[in-house]
């Protein structure tokens, strides 16, 4: 028996390396990394990818690959306590700079101080244009667990999700602005945005606390790879399920919800920002 009781052990420990080797590779096989950016299981065995900000650098996770549409998903678990002018991020780019030739679709999380609800900006760039931004209250406490972000980004519309809740749908125009040709990196990054993220920049980080950490796990893609200028994207088997997933109506009961119970800032009716008329999408929508 006792034989058969450390037979059986082994196999355990076995099956638990087998998986901690096999959830090491979505930080390993798919992201580089800048910064301090420390790696550590959870007690369930999950890679951890924890990121460390301080006075003197944040720190982010960035894809190996650059990707033309596909569904982008991870698991972060925030800043705990007060949390105010830090930045945690989600999100894709074309590259760096806000010129014309600049796309991005965002997933900002903008800290807060204890108590007050933490911000998702929520945010499209096409072609250097940007301000698009929708603004949401989070309806938990995103640094007391984990929580699953999605991005899906196809060619008719842009669907951001939290928990699988679809919160938001950017959709395409044909003669409006899009973010439809040029590839993209997958960006998890942790940073200060003292002079922006907590009531427009009134609020600093305090750094007494630092250094702060944010967590992620659990990162997901089924996308298309970009193979260069001219060649076709190679695309996984999952694309079928993003690749014409437009909003519906599960989606704009969701989005519908969200808007009204969670929403603080809506670029649509932002009339102040917009003197001289709205972005073409607002009236459409």
Request: some cysteine; charged content about 25%; aromatic content about 12%.
């Amino acid at each position: 028996m006792a034989r058969r009781s450390v037979a059986l052990l082994a196999v355990a420990v076995l099956a638990l390396l087998a998986a901690s080797a096999s959830a090491s590779t979505w930080l390993d096989d798919k992201f580089k990394t800048r910064g301090d950016v420390r790696a550590d299981y959870d007690k369930s065995g999950h890679l951890v990818s924890s990121l460390i900000l301080d006075r003197h650098s944040g720190s982010s996770l960035i894809s190996k690959e650059k990707y033309l549409f596909g569904k982008f998903s991870i698991e972060a678990k925030l800043v705990a306590g007060n949390s105010a002018g830090t930045v945690s991020c989600f999100y894709l780019t074309s590259g760096p700079g806000n010129g014309t030739d600049h796309d991005e679709i965002d997933m900002e999380f903008m800290g807060n101080t204890t108590g007050d609800p933490v911000v998702l900006n929520t945010n499209v760039w096409a072609s250097g244009d940007g301000k698009k931004e929708h603004q949401f209250d989070l309806w938990f406490d995103p640094a007391a667990d984990f929580h699953r972000y999605t991005i899906i980004w196809n060619k008719k519309n842009i669907i951001f999700q939290v928990d699988d809740v679809t919160v938001r749908a950017f959709k395409r125009y044909d003669d409006l602005p899009y973010p439809d040709s040029r590839p993209m990196e997958v960006h998890a990054t942790f940073w200060d945005g003292s002079f922006w993220a907590t009531r427009n920049g009134a609020v600093k980080i305090d750094w007494t606390k630092a250094p702060f950490l944010t967590s992620y796990r659990g990162y997901m893609e089924h996308a298309c790879v970009s193979k260069g200028k001219g060649e076709k994207s190679d695309c996984d088997g999952g694309s079928e399920e993003w690749m014409d997933r437009v909003a519906e109506d599960d989606d704009r009961v969701t989005i519908a919800w969200a808007k009204r119970n969670c929403m603080s800032y809506n670029y649509c009716a932002d009339g102040w920002r917009f003197p001289k008329g709205f972005p073409g999408e607002c009236a459409r929508n």
